[in-house]
Every structure is written in C-alpha cells, then in structure tokens.
C-alpha cells in the first residue's frame, strides 16, 4: 500500500466535471488498497495546501489540472508552488491536464492564452508525468505524455438499464457541457419532428432559461428533467432512441457525457472537430462531420429499428473499451511510476 494525494480544487462541493472524476479516482484507488487523500483549497494558499500534502504522508501527487480551477483568469502560482514543494521533498508528481489554456479566439483570450501557456508549461516542468485525454495535445509538452481517457463518471447501473419503455424523443445530456453544438441539435430536432422534441437530462426548464447561451436555444417543446440521480440518469439515456452529443471541438476521451450515454448501450450521435480522437472510427459511436451529415444521420437512425443484438454490442465494447475500471488502473499505473 502507497499513500496518494490529489489535488482537485473545488472538491468535494462542484458538482460534475473534474470533481466527479477525481470522486471515482479516490475511491477505485482506495478500493485497490492505496489510501488516498483529496486536498486543495486553492483559497488557502500554497504552502497550507503543501502540508496538507505532507500531512498524507503521499508518496505520489496527482495535480488536476484545468486553468480555470485555480484562478478567475486561469492564472494562478499555486499549482507551480505546490509542485515545487513537492518535488524538493521527493514526491512522484503527476499532471493529468483536462484542459491546457484558453484559444486565442476572443479579445481577453489573446492576452491570457500565452500566460496560461507559460504556465502550465512551468508546471509540466516540474512533473514527473503528464496526462491528457486528448492525443491531440500529447505532442504540445514534452516528447512523452500518456494518454488516459476519463471516460463515464456516472458510475454503473446496478441492474443492467432496459431500453424499455421507448422515449418519444432524441435526449441531450448535460446540456450546459461546453462546446455543445445546439445549432446542429435543433436543426436535427426539427427534421425528426418528435413530441417532445428533446429531452434534456441535467438541467430544468428555469436553468436553461437563466443560461446565457442555451437559453437563447431554448424551445417550449423541450421536456427538462432536471439533475437527476445517477441511475435515473442512466435508465433515462438506456431508454433514448437516439443520444445527441456533437461538440465544436468533436468527440474525445474527456468528453464524460458521452461516455455515460455509452455505457448504457444507447445509440449516440456525436461529431468531428479540431480535437476529434481518431479512436472513434472503429467505435459504435455515430460520428458526423457536418451539420447536414448530423441531420441524415439522426434520420437514418431514428428510421432504423435498433436491435437487442446491437444493444448489447455497444454495450461490450464499452466494456471492452472504456470501463472506468480499466481507466482507473492505467491512470494509476502512471501516478505510481
């Protein structure tokens, strides 16, 4: 047994997202007999956070890392402090990098995007080990970088879901996940002409309305759900005739929603982009590279009687695949050296 500290700001409070991976990272790890240990309040300071580190007795320090988890801007010294102070004290670091910096696409970026650079690349600097779970950014850094995907942080269904009863409509998942591509998700809606036209799991209709971006897409034909529990979550997309995921930056292992809908055994349509992962050629993933293929696919499909038979073979590859379980271990394969 090794003791492993991670550092996720936010946890355990924000719900989602890199608190939600490092929720089912501490306890597979924990499971596995290796004490495992959350710290990092990034309000606290660096060098309260390191002796909270050194209070662990970690051996192994895993830094998730996303610019905007330790600063307003994205620029903050305490992820490269902290990890100073570790590695002067022979700790094994490891930065898994969620997201590296903003693109210089708007006014504000064009200034903070090399900042973010540098320092991320500071930060790297003083890393044992790097992962991503996009390839695209593995050569970015230094010549090796593991790739570990994050995958479904849903968890699994006790019981396997029955896709019994069929949904009426086409479900979009965690709607507020950035780069969603609603342009391409209303234009498919409206050719399917369901009632309801969508199903939305992870958000209620005052949510959406209150969203600066989505609201602006929002339909009264929709049916909102709301957060729901994990496993009626679950159930909901095992239900769906069809899973609408394209992203502005295509489909990739850090994309969680669509690992969820997968592992369910759902039909899901997602999308190519700048960051899109050649790993889903070969998946059963259904992948369109423009708005008008997205449309004919989601026709195709919502035409297309899905079988049991089918079902039950995206649900094998997911297994195969991109079971937490194995994610989980290969991740730790890398923190441990």
Request: charged letters at 20%; glycine letters at 8%.
């Amino acid at each position: 047994m090794v003791s492993i500290a991670i550092l996720s700001p936010g946890f355990p409070g924000t719900q989602g997202g890199v608190t939600a991976h490092t929720q089912r990272l501490a306890r597979a790890w924990s499971d596995s007999g290796h004490e495992t240990t959350v710290i990092g309040d990034p309000s606290e300071g660096p060098e309260v956070v390191f002796e909270q580190l050194r209070n662990a007795n970690a051996k192994h320090f895993l830094l998730q890392y996303v610019p905007f988890l330790y600063g307003r801007r994205g620029l903050s010294r305490i992820p490269e402090r902290v990890a100073r102070q570790a590695h002067g004290a022979g700790i094994r670091i490891t930065t898994f990098v969620h997201e590296p910096w903003v693109p210089p696409t708007r006014l504000p970026w064009l200034v903070l995007s090399p900042l973010q650079r540098t320092q991320l690349r500071r930060l790297l600097g003083l890393s044992h080990a790097v992962v991503t779970a996009v390839p695209q950014w593995q050569g970015l850094w230094r010549p090796r970088t593991d790739i570990v995907y994050v995958g479904s942080t849903m968890g699994a269904l006790a019981n396997q879901a029955s896709p019994k009863p069929r949904l009426e409509s086409p479900v979009v998942f965690s709607p507020f996940a950035s780069g969603l591509r609603w342009d391409w998700i209303l234009a498919a809606s409206n050719v399917l002409g369901a009632t309801p036209s969508l199903t939305i799991v992870g958000a209620n209709e005052k949510d959406i309305l209150q969203h600066s971006s989505v609201g602006t897409w929002f339909h009264s034909a929709w049916q909102c759900l709301g957060r729901l529990p994990a496993d009626e979550a679950l159930s909901v997309l095992a239900r769906a005739p069809l899973v609408f995921a394209p992203f502005v930056d295509g489909a990739t292992g850090r994309r969680t929603s669509l690992f969820a809908a997968a592992s369910t055994g759902a039909r899901v349509l997602s999308s190519t982009g700048h960051l899109y992962d050649s790993f889903f050629d070969s998946s059963p993933i259904h992948i369109a590279s423009s708005r008008r293929e997205f449309v004919e696919l989601a026709t195709e499909l919502w035409c297309t009687p899905d079988t049991a038979e089918e079902r039950d073979a995206r649900i094998d590859w997911y297994r195969q695949t991109v079971d937490p379980v194995r994610l989980d271990m290969r991740l730790l394969e890398v923190v441990l050296g």
